[in-house]
C-alpha cells in the first residue's frame, strides 16, 4: 500500500515537472466562472461603433459600402457612359482611380482602423505606361457586369482564366479587382467575386449556410469551411463564452481534437495563416452578432502580430473596406514574447530572428495601431531586444496537449491577454 502512494507521488511529480504550471491551475468550473464575467461585461456594452461619419478629421476620407447587384450593374453601365462622353468629345479613354498606395492611407485612432485617403491617380489608355492595366480595368469590368446580368458568382481564379495572356498573373488582375471596387465604390463581396474557401470553425456556433443548418460541434475534427459568400451566412446561435481566433492550422487541429471548445465553452476559428476576406468578414460577423469577446493565439513573431493586427485593424491593401473586413478589441493572448520565459519555453524550442525578421519588428514599432496599445509596444520590444521568435508548437516541448491541456486554461484563468 504504501508503495503504491509513493509511485502516486512519484507520478504526480514528475507531471508536474513535464508540465510546468499545471499545478497552478483551478478547477474548471471556477475558470468558467471568471470567463462568464468576462464574457458578461463585453456584451453588456451597448455603445454604438464611431464610424467615419462621426468623426471631424482634418483629411477625406471615402469608404465603400455594400450594394445590391442592380446598383452595381447601374454603377458600371453610367461609368460606361462617361468613358463613351469622354472618348466622343476627344478627351481620350482613361478611369480615375483612387490611389491605395501606403502615402493615401491614414490609421485613425478613434476606430482602430487603417482607411483610405480621398487621393486618386488617372489611368489613361493613350499613355504606353497604363495601357495594358487600362485595358484589365475594363475586362474586370466587363466581367463584373456580366455576374450581375446572371446572378452568379465565380472565384477570383475563374476571373484570372477568361484571358490569361492578358492578365499574365492573378496578381495582376486580382489587385484591379480592388481598384474595381474603389471606383465603383462597393465592398469586393458586392462584385461577386469570391476566393476559394480557406478558414474552417469549429465549436459551439450553430449557423445557417444558405438555408442550411450547420451545426459547428458536429463537423468533426477538419470543422466547417466558413462560406466565400458572407451572404449565404445567418442565424447564428451560440452558448460559447469566447472567440479563439488561431494563426495556424496546426495548433487549430489540436484544440479540435481535443474538443477544446467542449471543455471551454468556445468558437475556435482560423486562416490557417494569412486573413483571407471570407474569415475577415465572418469573425466580424460573430463579434457583432453574438457581442463576444476575441482571443488570438498566435506565433511570437513578427508576422503573428502582423496578423493579428490584420484582423483587427485591416491591410493597407484592403482599406478601402476597412469598416467591413476589421474587428474591433482583439485580445492577443498568446504566444508572447514575455511567455517564452515565463513558461520556461526550452532554448532548442526558440528560434533566432532573421535581420528581415528584427526589421520587420522594428517597422511595426513605428505603426500607429501599434504605439496605440503600450503592451504590445512592450512586448515587441522585448522581442527586437531578445532576438527571439518561437512558434505555438513550442509548448509541444512539453507534451503534445500542453496548449490544450495547461497553457490556455491557465492564460484564461489569469485573464492574460493585451
Same mark, same amino acid.
Given at each position: 500500500?504504501?508503495?503504491?502512494? =509513493?509511485?502516486?507521488? /512519484?507520478?504526480?511529480?514528475?507531471?508536474?515537472?513535464?508540465?510546468?504550471?499545471?499545478?497552478?491551475?483551478?478547477?474548471?468550473?471556477?475558470?468558467?466562472?471568471?470567463?462568464?464575467?468576462?464574457?458578461?461585461? %463585453?456584451?453588456?456594452?451597448?455603445?454604438?461603433?464611431?464610424?467615419?461619419?462621426?468623426?471631424?478629421?482634418?483629411?477625406?476620407?471615402?469608404?465603400?459600402?455594400?450594394?445590391?447587384?442592380?446598383?452595381?450593374?447601374?454603377?458600371?453601365?453610367?461609368?460606361?457612359?462617361?468613358?463613351?462622353?469622354? &472618348?466622343?468629345? $476627344?478627351?481620350?479613354?482613361?478611369?480615375?482611380?483612387?490611389?491605395? %498606395?501606403?502615402?493615401?492611407?491614414?490609421?485613425?485612432?478613434?476606430?482602430?482602423?487603417?482607411?483610405?485617403?480621398?487621393?486618386?491617380?488617372?489611368?489613361?489608355?493613350?499613355?504606353?505606361? %497604363?495601357?495594358?492595366?487600362?485595358?484589365?480595368? /475594363?475586362?474586370?469590368?466587363?466581367?463584373?457586369?456580366?455576374?450581375?446580368?446572371?446572378?452568379?458568382?465565380?472565384?477570383?481564379? !475563374?476571373?484570372?482564366?477568361?484571358?490569361?495572356? #492578358?492578365?499574365?498573373?492573378?496578381?495582376?488582375?486580382?489587385?484591379?479587382? !480592388?481598384?474595381? %471596387?474603389?471606383?465603383?465604390?462597393?465592398?469586393?463581396?458586392? #462584385?461577386?467575386? @469570391?476566393?476559394?474557401?480557406?478558414?474552417?470553425?469549429?465549436?459551439?456556433?450553430?449557423?445557417?449556410?444558405?438555408?442550411?443548418?450547420?451545426?459547428?460541434?458536429?463537423?468533426?475534427?477538419?470543422? =466547417?469551411?466558413?462560406?466565400?459568400?458572407?451572404?449565404?451566412?445567418?442565424?447564428?446561435?451560440?452558448? /460559447?463564452?469566447?472567440?479563439?481566433?488561431?494563426?495556424?492550422?496546426?495548433?487549430?487541429?489540436?484544440?479540435?481534437?481535443?474538443?477544446?471548445?467542449?471543455?471551454?465553452?468556445?468558437?475556435?476559428?482560423?486562416?490557417? $495563416?494569412?486573413?483571407?476576406?471570407?474569415?475577415?468578414?465572418? #469573425? =466580424?460577423?460573430?463579434?457583432?452578432?453574438?457581442?463576444?469577446?476575441?482571443?488570438?493565439?498566435?506565433?511570437?513573431?513578427?508576422?503573428?502580430?502582423? @496578423?493579428?493586427?490584420?484582423?483587427?485593424?485591416?491591410?493597407?491593401?484592403?482599406?478601402?473596406?476597412?469598416?467591413?473586413?476589421?474587428?474591433?478589441?482583439?485580445?492577443?493572448? $498568446?504566444?508572447?514574447?514575455?511567455?517564452?520565459?515565463?513558461?520556461? &519555453?526550452?532554448?532548442?524550442?526558440?528560434?533566432?530572428?532573421?535581420?528581415?525578421?528584427?526589421?520587420?519588428?522594428?517597422?511595426?514599432?513605428?505603426?500607429?495601431?501599434?504605439?496605440?496599445?503600450?503592451?504590445?509596444?512592450?512586448? #515587441?520590444?522585448?522581442?527586437? =531586444?531578445?532576438?527571439?521568435?518561437?512558434?505555438?508548437?513550442?509548448?509541444?516541448?512539453?507534451?503534445?496537449?500542453?496548449?490544450?491541456?495547461?497553457?490556455?486554461?491557465?492564460?484564461?484563468?489569469?485573464?492574460?491577454?493585451?
Amino acid at each position: 500500500m504504501a508503495d503504491k502512494k =509513493k509511485r502516486r507521488r /512519484a507520478d504526480s511529480d514528475s507531471n508536474s515537472a513535464s508540465q510546468p504550471f499545471k499545478n497552478l491551475l483551478k478547477s474548471d468550473a471556477q475558470i468558467l466562472q471568471i470567463l462568464k464575467s468576462v464574457t458578461s461585461s %463585453s456584451s453588456s456594452s451597448t455603445s454604438k461603433p464611431l464610424t467615419l461619419a462621426d468623426l471631424a478629421l482634418s483629411s477625406t476620407c471615402r469608404e465603400v459600402s455594400d450594394l445590391s447587384l442592380s446598383s452595381v450593374q447601374s454603377t458600371i453601365e453610367s461609368l460606361v457612359l462617361q468613358l463613351t462622353h469622354q &472618348i466622343l468629345s $476627344g478627351q481620350g479613354f482613361s478611369f480615375t482611380v483612387p490611389s491605395r %498606395s501606403s502615402s493615401n492611407q491614414l490609421y485613425v485612432p478613434e476606430l482602430d482602423r487603417i482607411v483610405l485617403k480621398d487621393k486618386s491617380t488617372v489611368r489613361p489608355f493613350s499613355h504606353i505606361s %497604363s495601357v495594358r492595366k487600362t485595358t484589365i480595368t /475594363a475586362k474586370i469590368l466587363s466581367l463584373v457586369h456580366q455576374l450581375c446580368l446572371k446572378n452568379i458568382h465565380v472565384t477570383k481564379r !475563374d476571373l484570372f482564366y477568361t484571358d490569361v495572356k #492578358l492578365f499574365q498573373d492573378q496578381v495582376q488582375s486580382d489587385a484591379v479587382l !480592388d481598384d474595381v %471596387s474603389c471606383i465603383l465604390g462597393c465592398t469586393r463581396s458586392s #462584385l461577386n467575386v @469570391i476566393a476559394a474557401e480557406k478558414g474552417v470553425v469549429v465549436g459551439r456556433l450553430i449557423f445557417s449556410d444558405n438555408g442550411d443548418m450547420i451545426d459547428c460541434t458536429k463537423m468533426g475534427m477538419g470543422g =466547417k469551411a466558413i462560406p466565400p459568400n458572407i451572404d449565404r451566412v445567418g442565424d447564428m446561435q451560440s452558448d /460559447a463564452l469566447f472567440i479563439l481566433l488561431v494563426e495556424k492550422d496546426a495548433a487549430y487541429i489540436r484544440l479540435a481534437e481535443d474538443r477544446f471548445y467542449n471543455r471551454f465553452p468556445c468558437i475556435i476559428v482560423t486562416a490557417k $495563416g494569412q486573413p483571407d476576406v471570407a474569415t475577415r468578414l465572418f #469573425l =466580424k460577423k460573430m463579434k457583432m452578432e453574438l457581442k463576444l469577446p476575441v482571443l488570438a493565439l498566435v506565433d511570437s513573431d513578427p508576422y503573428g502580430l502582423k @496578423i493579428l493586427s490584420v484582423y483587427g485593424c485591416g491591410s493597407k491593401n484592403m482599406s478601402y473596406d476597412s469598416a467591413n473586413l476589421t474587428t474591433p478589441d482583439i485580445k492577443w493572448l $498568446g504566444i508572447r514574447p514575455s511567455d517564452l520565459d515565463k513558461y520556461k &519555453i526550452p532554448e532548442q524550442c526558440r528560434l533566432p530572428m532573421t535581420e528581415q525578421d528584427i526589421k520587420t519588428g522594428k517597422d511595426l514599432l513605428e505603426e500607429d495601431f501599434v504605439k496605440k496599445n503600450p503592451g504590445w509596444v512592450e512586448e #515587441l520590444n522585448l522581442m527586437v =531586444k531578445t532576438k527571439q521568435k518561437a512558434e505555438i508548437q513550442a509548448l509541444s516541448s512539453f507534451g503534445f496537449q500542453y496548449l490544450s491541456e495547461v497553457y490556455l486554461p491557465l492564460k484564461l484563468q489569469q485573464q492574460d491577454w493585451l
